[in-house]
């Protein structure tokens, strides 16, 4: 299975960039006024990108050695895309005023930023240890 590794590694990675940047590019235009953010099809295309970002995740965690994760940066990580998903769940909620929309969704693009400054240096503090190292 380990043979497999840098093809579901590189779906991975590339899911969670392509979730983010969707989730961003709906955020910014729902921003903007525009309603196609919501829309069904649109929702359920966001849906099959985290369902293939979090497939490739389990696979991943099922082949790698779990000594990989001894400082605890997978637990942090996951807690942040806890955080990430929360807060972009409650910034789509209709109900939402502008204001308060924009800092959730800046909230939740900060969680996502260092989730991947996590997984890129497999540190629980993220961007402060590549700022620092």
């Known amino acids: 299975m380990i043979t497999f590794y840098p093809d579901i590694k590189l779906v991975h990675m590339s899911a969670a960039l392509g979730s983010g940047a969707f989730f ?3 955020a910014l235009a729902l921003l903007a006024g525009m ?3 919501r829309w069904a099809p649109v929702r ?3 849906y ?4 293939v970002l979090l497939t490739a995740a389990f696979m991943l965690l099922t082949i790698l050695p779990k000594g990989m994760y001894a400082n605890g940066w ?3 990580k996951l807690c942040f895309v806890t955080s990430y998903v929360v807060l ?3 910034a789509f909620r209709p109900q939402r005023r502008t204001a308060a929309r924009a800092a959730l969704v800046v909230a939740a693009g900060l969680c996502f930023l260092q ?3 996590i997984a890129r240096a497999h ?3 993220g961007a402060f240890y590549l700022l620092m190292g």
């Open 24 to 26: 961003a590019l709906r």
């Open 88 to 90: 972009g769940i409650l």
């Open 115 to 117: 989730v991947y400054c």
């Open 48 to 51: 099959t990108i985290d369902t």
């Open 123 to 125: 540190h629980p503090l």
């Open 74 to 76: 997978l637990l942090v």
């Open 35 to 37: 309603g196609w953010p």
């Open 44 to 46: 359920y295309f966001s």
